[in-house]
């Protein structure tokens, strides 16, 4: 399949949409809002942790994350995140399980394994772990055999890799440095840990980067036998993350060269057996991602495509964010106050926004169209988007029956563009967003 190109689509940049409202439209929130939430929780939950530190900064990351250097800063973060689960569970009602735990960054690896297996004795002690699926970010670079062990004994059965790209001259160009074997040797260590669904995350769009280079990465990620592959566009945006500042942007591909690069990506999987998931995510047909795109099960939430139903996801850790129905809310992104606040036993929470019935409505509809290509509009919605929407209709990449709007398969890079349209909020979004290929 090729994909048709239709820049003028595509010019304006637009949000993931891994939340809605999405975190540009977060404002001053306090603790009692959080808690109040918490505290009418009921079933099943899923936490997110999240771990501020990796070995190394790449220049491209704009995750909440600084170098792992100084031991003490480590020591300090942990003791403050100990804290915060102890807080957050106290305010819990009992018969809440959690069902899914996963572990991001930053790179959780970044801390060490004892560490680790610490965090993971204070979640116990404080939720009621019910058997859950473990899931963590890994940076090759900072993996060993003692994490491997770790990982291991630990029951954890899904992993990501930071892989971005196996090109060198693109590696230098974005500050990651990993050898072909050191990856390898990574994806030996978790298969032999038990991990049984490995993604591997890849970038377009780098610094020098032709189809060609793109080409090799993904041979060699089918070879090594990743379960699911991420394909994200390169999002260069140094005004807002200014340590994308030492890529310079005269070494970036045009738009038209990453709308190829994409269009191709999606080709070479596809036609290897992959299961497209949404845009830009591809699993294998026994994977439990792709089973759940097939039957309909699909959701997006802060780590991207996921098969999670759970309504309320809780986040841990400085940055981390939460979502219950009617609430998203961020913690404290500066350690320093995140550290500070919970020295003084307060929910170190800063940020986010109520969700109004409306923003529910239309954040279902967004949901529904990037994950099954689909969703029923209703005449309101429809009413207030259909001249919008005339653009990607007259050109096939979507169609309107009754109420319902169809992205049609070679509309699927217009999918955020399409999505963009249903979200009154989007304002600015040259400065706040990246582009949609």
């Given at each position: 399949?090729?994909?048709?190109?239709?820049?003028?689509?595509?010019?304006?940049?637009?949000?993931?949409?891994?939340?809605?409202?999405?975190?540009?439209?977060?404002?001053?929130?306090?603790?009692?809002?959080?808690?109040?939430?918490?505290?009418?929780?009921?079933?099943?939950?899923?936490?997110?942790?999240?771990?501020?530190?990796?070995?190394?900064?790449?220049?491209?990351?704009?995750?909440?994350?600084?170098?792992?250097?100084?031991?003490?800063?480590?020591?300090?973060?942990?003791?403050?995140?100990?804290?915060?689960?102890?807080?957050?569970?106290?305010?819990?009602?009992?018969?809440?399980?959690?069902?899914?735990?996963?572990?991001?960054?930053?790179?959780?690896?970044?801390?060490?394994?004892?560490?680790?297996?610490?965090?993971?004795?204070?979640?116990?002690?404080?939720?009621?772990?019910?058997?859950?699926?473990?899931?963590?970010?890994?940076?090759?670079?900072?993996?060993?055999?003692?994490?491997?062990?770790?990982?291991?004994?630990?029951?954890?059965?899904?992993?990501?890799?930071?892989?971005?790209?196996?090109?060198?001259?693109?590696?230098?160009?974005?500050?990651?440095?990993?050898?072909?074997?050191?990856?390898?040797?990574?994806?030996?260590?978790?298969?032999?840990?038990?991990?049984?669904?490995?993604?591997?995350?890849?970038?377009?769009?780098?610094?020098?980067?032709?189809?060609?280079?793109?080409?090799?990465?993904?041979?060699?990620?089918?070879?090594?036998?990743?379960?699911?592959?991420?394909?994200?566009?390169?999002?260069?945006?140094?005004?807002?993350?200014?340590r994308q500042r030492a890529i310079p942007a005269d070494d970036l591909p045009g738009m038209q060269a990453r709308f190829?690069?994409?269009?191709?990506?999606?080709?070479?999987?596809?036609?290897?057996?992959?299961?497209?998931?949404?845009?830009?995510?591809?699993?294998?047909?026994?994977?439990?991602?792709?089973?759940?795109?097939?039957?309909?099960?699909?959701?997006?939430?802060?780590?991207?495509?996921?098969?999670?139903?759970?309504?309320?996801?809780?986040?841990?850790?400085?940055?981390?964010?939460?979502?219950?129905?009617?609430?998203?809310?961020?913690?404290?992104?500066?350690?320093?106050?995140?550290?500070?606040?919970?020295?003084?036993?307060?929910?170190?929470?800063?940020?986010?926004?109520?969700?109004?019935?409306?923003?529910?409505?239309?954040?279902?509809?967004?949901?529904?169209?990037?994950?099954?290509?689909?969703?029923?509009?209703?005449?309101?919605?429809?009413?207030?988007?259909?001249?919008?929407?005339?653009?990607?209709?007259?050109?096939?990449?979507?169609?309107?029956?009754?109420?319902?709007?169809?992205?049609?398969?070679?509309?699927?890079?217009?999918?955020?563009?399409?999505?963009?349209?249903?979200?009154?909020?989007?304002?600015?979004?040259?400065?706040?967003?990246?582009?949609?290929?």
């Amino acid at each position: 399949m090729t994909w048709p190109y239709h820049p003028e689509l595509l010019a304006m940049p637009v949000p993931r949409y891994t939340s809605y409202p999405t975190a540009a439209e977060f404002g001053p929130i306090d603790g009692a809002a959080f808690m109040h939430e918490l505290e009418r929780t009921e079933g099943d939950i899923s936490l997110y942790v999240h771990i501020p530190f990796c070995e190394k900064i790449c220049f491209y990351c704009g995750c909440n994350t600084a170098a792992a250097g100084r031991r003490q800063r480590l020591e300090t973060y942990l003791d403050a995140l100990h804290r915060e689960i102890a807080l957050v569970a106290e305010h819990l009602p009992r018969k809440v399980s959690v069902r899914r735990l996963s572990f991001g960054g930053g790179s959780p690896n970044a801390i060490s394994p004892i560490d680790f297996a610490r965090l993971l004795s204070c979640l116990s002690l404080h939720f009621d772990l019910a058997s859950p699926e473990i899931s963590i970010e890994v940076d090759p670079r900072a993996m060993t055999p003692d994490w491997a062990e770790v990982i291991g004994s630990s029951g954890i059965t899904r992993a990501s890799l930071g892989v971005q790209t196996f090109a060198s001259q693109a590696q230098q160009a974005i500050g990651r440095v990993q050898p072909v074997e050191m990856i390898a040797r990574t994806v030996r260590w978790l298969r032999d840990a038990g991990v049984t669904s490995l993604n591997f995350d890849l970038m377009y769009g780098l610094p020098g980067q032709a189809w060609s280079d793109l080409e090799d990465t993904l041979k060699r990620s089918c070879a090594m036998g990743a379960d699911r592959i991420a394909l994200f566009g390169y999002a260069h945006v140094p005004h807002l993350i200014p340590r994308q500042r030492a890529i310079p942007a005269d070494d970036l591909p045009g738009m038209q060269a990453r709308f190829e690069m994409a269009s191709r990506g999606h080709d070479y999987l596809t036609d290897r057996g992959y299961v497209p998931v949404g845009f830009d995510h591809f699993a294998r047909p026994a994977d439990p991602l792709a089973i759940a795109a097939a039957q309909g099960r699909l959701h997006r939430n802060f780590q991207g495509f996921t098969d999670d139903p759970a309504p309320v996801l809780i986040g841990l850790g400085a940055s981390a964010i939460s979502s219950f129905p009617g609430l998203l809310a961020q913690t404290e992104k500066n350690n320093g106050r995140y550290r500070m606040l919970l020295s003084q036993d307060r929910l170190p929470v800063a940020h986010g926004i109520r969700r109004s019935a409306d923003d529910r409505y239309r954040g279902a509809v967004i949901e529904r169209l990037l994950c099954d290509g689909e969703a029923r509009l209703g005449a309101r919605l429809l009413g207030e988007t259909r001249a919008a929407l005339q653009p990607f209709v007259e050109r096939e990449l979507a169609a309107i029956d009754d109420d319902r709007l169809v992205v049609r398969p070679h509309g699927l890079p217009y999918s955020r563009s399409i999505a963009a349209l249903f979200d009154p909020y989007r304002q600015d979004s040259q400065r706040r967003f990246s582009s949609a290929v």
